[in-house]
């Protein structure tokens, strides 16, 4: 029929994201609801979009759904998630007795390779050799991804190797697989292996190279792809810039920053803006990290936290500030827990310890965030900063949640800071009850001591390490005038 054609043509189409009720509108209209055909591209082209809640709205509508239409609602979830709902969908196809083909054991395979329990993954590697589909290539790529994801290398490798022709796809996800369960020289074994590389490729072994302190490595191997012809993407340039903020290489950041704004990244990504706000923020540059978030069009809470920290971090806390109040005063994007962390940093480098009390109130009165180990913390650095140490120790006893050594720590740089021994001694012998094994916790205490002239409690404190086998870290002293 001409009407499906066109509806066909008009899934398909350029603007389909904001013509998607109206297509609807259409299918309804000309009484095309119970068409599998034009249902199973409808679900589809709502997977791709991930308004999953609108493609199981619209199932849920059909009387009589067919393998094309379950499949297309099982890639929907496998694509968006929650991956438990493409089982439940598979469960439900099953129980109507519809045979399951190819293309809905891809996508459910891939769901199975997003849980965490492997059993469920192994339930349809076995339902997949039952209907002898397992020597399909597209089912063998994704049990490959299932075994990769479960870490189970061994059995990942044994099936790559029995693979007549394999793809860049299971090169990357064999990569992947090693370098994510530790093993990051047999992933570069494979990567130098490959005849054919993709950018997730290059991607990937540089992350991996990355997470595990090998940064000069990722980034001489980013520089090795850009010569090979490859251009860096938005994975690529989220993955670099802060191994280059990391080791300092401004050059290799500011170079990433060009090619990024002359490919549109910049523009097209927040995450691209997000990462090169940080990148400056890190790189010690605040004022091209202000340029680069003010001509941000779209941002999300990461990139005002970002920038809100990265002003307490340069120095500029009464920017964060600021900051801070533009963000609320907007009101497009609502603060988060990291937020009131940046800015309570704000507070405390500028001493501006109501502005910080009035902030940590906001958090459950007007945005309902539950403050955190953190934030309280964040409130004791406050108060110890600014001098007020007696509200600081008032503030601790007075918590909910359990001070930690880092708050104990605080407390007591302000009470060595502005002399008094006495909440000092109080603070270092909570320090101990909290790290009872780091000897310079008991170091702090005997120097307190000694600075008294109290030998007696030196003695003590040095029979107690004794007893305890602990040593003196390098460079300390059990007698001299330990600063904060």
């Keep these: 029929m001409e009407i499906e054609r066109k509806l066909l043509r008009l899934l398909h189409g350029h603007n389909t994201r904001t013509r998607l009720p109206e297509i609807h509108a259409h299918l309804l209209r000309h009484f095309l609801h119970n068409s599998n055909l ?8 709502c997977g791709s979009l991930r308004y999953s809640d609108y493609a199981s709205r619209v199932f849920a509508h059909i009387q009589n759904p067919n393998v094309l239409v379950f499949n297309s609602i099982i890639k929907c979830y496998s694509l968006v998630g929650p991956p438990l709902k493409s089982l439940s969908f598979f469960s439900s196809m099953k129980s109507r007795g519809i045979w399951a083909d190819e293309y809905t054991y891809a996508p459910l395979l891939k769901s199975c390779s997003s849980l965490s329990d492997y059993r469920f993954g192994k339930c349809v590697h076995g339902e997949v050799i039952r209907t002898g589909l397992h020597r399909l290539g597209s089912i063998r790529i994704g049990v490959v991804e299932l075994y990769a994801s479960s870490g189970r290398m061994g059995d990942a490798q044994k099936l790559f190797d029995e693979m007549p022709e394999k793809n860049v796809v299971v090169w990357n996800l064999m990569i992947r697989g090693f370098c994510d369960s530790g093993d990051v020289e047999r ?71 060009s090619t990024a704004e002359s490919k549109g990244l910049v523009k097209d990504f927040i995450t691209v803006g997000n990462a090169l706000v940080d990148f400056y923020c890190k790189s010690g540059d605040l004022e091209a990290a202000t340029a680069i978030f003010k001509k941000m069009q779209r941002r999300n809470v990461v990139s005002w936290n970002t920038m809100i920290s990265g002003s307490a971090v340069n120095g500029n806390g009464g920017f964060g500030i600021d900051l801070f109040d533009s963000m609320i005063e907007e009101g497009e994007v609502a603060p988060n827990e990291a937020t009131f962390l940046g800015v309570l940093a704000c507070c405390s480098y500028t001493g501006r310890v ?13 945005f309902n965030l539950e ?36 708050m104990w720590g605080s407390l007591l740089s302000a009470c060595r800071s502005h002399g ?19 000897s310079g916790n008991y170091v702090l205490l005997s120097n307190l001591y000694a600075e008294e002239g109290r030998w007696e409690d030196v003695e003590k404190v040095r029979a107690l390490m004794k007893k305890k086998a602990l040593r003196k870290s390098t460079g300390q002293s059990a007698i001299c005038n330990v600063s904060s």
């Design 38 to 45: 034009l249902l199973a591209h409808f679900i589809s082209i």
């Design 420 to 438: 008094d021994v006495k909440l000092a001694e109080v603070a270092v012998m909570e320090l101990v009850r909290a790290e009872p094994e780091n």
């Design 187 to 257: 992933g570069l074994g494979l990567f130098r292996k490959m005849s054919e590389r993709s950018v997730v490729s290059w991607n990937s072994m540089i992350s991996s190279l990355s997470k595990c302190g090998r940064g000069r490595e990722a980034l001489e191997l980013f520089w090795e792809m850009v010569d090979q012809g490859f251009d860096p993407d938005e994975a690529t340039v989220v993955t670099v810039l802060p191994i280059s903020a990391s080791l300092g290489v401004l050059e290799t950041g500011k170079w990433i920053h």
């Design 354 to 366: 109501e502005k910080g009390e009035e902030l940590f109130g906001l958090m459950m009165e007007r």
């Design 371 to 406: 403050p955190s180990t953190e934030h309280y913390g964040a409130m004791v650095d406050l108060m110890s900063r600014s001098g007020r140490i007696k509200e600081a120790f008032e503030f601790l006893k007075g918590m909910p949640v359990k001070a930690n050594a880092a």
